[in-house]
């Protein structure tokens, strides 16, 4: 035996740890991903089903939002995190689009897929692909259309969209309007430029009611019911004061034992405690408030006091409460009640407190320039109002984005189509391999129109090949009504959605499938802690059919 033959293989990595290399790794990483896109495909466009996702606990989700089904799934696979992280950057930059951006994604795999199997190497795929991705920005930029906030009825056909194939879609008239005047109330302009910051668009959700009976308050709602029964209901032209100090008596800092010898002595601390409390409630009375909201505690007694001067009082209202009760009644947020004056005092025509099904609720209304609003969304059932809830986050997102940017595109299909067609010609003026990349680019983006077809039960051949006919005859905006099967002019029906949903999804998707296309090693370690086991067969192995 010679001395090669005789040597010890050697071992690197720690006992138990799994090793995928190569082809194996590109392929189960691609499967991982292709499953997680597989999962939300089907709730994409009107047509789209719903998900019952039920948790350890046996609490249900029922809903077709991307990110939230993604979320509840709670995925292990490393691939397929890679994944959700597409859907969570796409809610936390638009608001909206995150199935088709997982879509997309998976797909965009899926083609890389074939051309790995046609022995081009992944780098060269992945160059293509940013190469694609980089004219896909520039080409969907070139085609859409301007918008501004005067323009009402588009901005509503923006919110109508966002609100099809969601559970909200029955009442989406109504809730649109909202939508679009709650976003104009709390929009500040800044040197000529729009900002938006949704934050101060509060949601608050009742169930009870129909959800044609959500409303929008201009002002605030509040989960909080008056501190003493005798305060009065309803206060009109209240001027309010915001406190966050506490109307107690402060324990002192130091640990101080008193002895009394004598019940008088004890009767005059508890005096002195009513006469400070006293002079509390007196300075708030100084100031000319009748309504008080405070982040911390209020004292009993000072409660009393309170209510014999007619004052309303709210306690333990949350910090963002706060700051939106502040943008709302224009109320300075006072730390030190001895500084409180009627300079820092608010507006509100009313604030009076309700009982919304079994709870009462505080209202702020009628402020009179409300840079914070509140939609009140009502529904049958929890579910019902989670689903609304979650839709009116997508119009609201929809509408703000595209002020934002002030561009949008036409939906149904027609974007995608005219992007694919944009970028086939593009790929005609390569030479090389990146050439084939960037076909299969295009053909990736063309999965949502065939999807819309797909969920809608038509033949996505005929729908597709008619959709292309339209484009090669400059009809830019020509997509699919899913209802007939039709092929419709997406603009003139009113199906427009903000240009970022699409650029923001055609980013991520192309940098999460380029950064997984270039993983050709997938080691995990055993470690020493019980963390979640690889599957058998390496990273991927067991997943396949978990999805």
Not at 332 to 356: P, Q, R
Not at 398 to 411: N, P, Y
Not at 448 to 463: C, F, K, M, Q, S
Request: negative net charge.
């Amino acid at each position: 035996m010679n001395a090669q033959q005789q040597m010890q293989p050697i071992f690197i990595l720690s006992e138990g740890s799994q090793r995928t290399t190569g082809r194996n790794a590109q392929r189960t990483n691609i499967m991982a991903a292709k499953a997680v896109a597989e999962t939300v495909r089907t709730t994409l466009g009107p047509k789209g089903m719903d998900k019952m996702l039920v948790d350890s606990l046996g609490d249900v989700v029922i809903t077709n939002d991307g990110v939230t089904i993604l979320e509840e799934m709670s995925i292990e696979h490393p691939a397929a995190k890679m994944i959700v992280e597409v859907a969570k950057t796409q809610e936390d930059e638009v608001g909206d689009g995150t199935t088709t951006a997982v879509v997309l994604a998976g797909e965009l795999l899926k083609q890389a897929e074939n051309l790995i199997d046609k022995e081009i190497h992944p780098t060269v795929v992945a160059r293509g692909y940013r190469l694609a991705a980089e004219k896909s920005l520039e080409i969907l930029n070139s085609i859409a259309e301007p918008v501004n906030e005067a323009d009402d009825e588009l901005l509503r056909k923006i919110a109508v969209t966002a609100m099809t194939g969601k559970g909200a879609e029955h009442a989406k008239d109504i809730l649109s309007k909202i939508a679009v005047r709650s976003i104009k109330s709390v929009a500040d302009k800044e040197d000529g430029k729009l900002m938006i910051d949704i934050e101060n668009v509060k949601i608050e959700k009742k169930v009870g009611g129909r959800v044609e009976e959500s409303e929008l308050i201009q002002g605030v709602v509040l989960d909080k019911e008056k501190v003493h029964p005798g305060m009065p209901r309803i206060v009109s032209s209240a001027r309010v004061a915001l406190l966050d100090a506490a109307i107690e008596v402060k324990n002192t800092e130091i640990e101080t034992k008193i002895q009394v010898s004598d019940p008088a002595q004890m009767q005059a601390f508890i005096d002195m405690e009513e006469k400070m409390l006293k002079g509390k409630v007196e300075k708030v009375v100084a100031a000319g408030a009748n309504v008080v909201f405070c982040q911390k505690g209020i004292d009993d007694m000072a409660q009393h006091f309170m209510s014999k001067k007619g004052i309303y009082a709210a306690r333990r209202v949350s910090k963002s409460d706060m700051e939106k009760l502040s943008r709302a009644t224009g109320a300075k947020i006072v730390t030190n009640l001895n500084d409180l004056s009627k300079e820092d005092l608010g507006f509100a025509g009313i604030v009076e407190e309700i009982k919304v099904g079994s709870e009462n609720m505080t209202y702020v209304r009628e402020c009179k320039n409300p840079k914070s609003v509140t939609l009140l969304i009502r529904g049958g059932t929890e579910h019902v109002v989670d689903e609304v809830k979650r839709a009116m986050e997508d119009a609201l997102g929809d509408v703000s984005a595209s002020l934002k940017t002030g561009k949008v595109v036409a939906g149904a299909g027609a974007s995608e189509i005219e992007l694919a067609r944009g970028l086939r010609k593009f790929a005609e003026s390569l030479s090389g391999r990146e050439q084939l990349a960037v076909n299969a680019f295009a053909e990736a983006v063309e999965i949502i129109p065939r999807t819309l077809a797909e969920n809608a039960g038509l033949d996505p051949i005929d729908v597709m090949t008619e959709l292309k006919a339209a484009h090669d005859n400059a009809k830019k905006w020509i997509g699919i009504n899913v209802f007939t099967g039709k092929v419709i002019d997406s603009w003139k029906e009113g199906i427009v959605e903000p240009l970022k949903i699409k650029t923001q999804a055609v980013s991520s998707a192309s940098e999460v499938a380029i950064m997984i296309l270039r993983i050709d090693d997938v080691i995990a370690s055993a470690g020493k802690s019980k963390g979640p086991e690889m599957p058998p067969g390496g990273p991927g192995g067991g997943y396949g059919g978990e999805m």
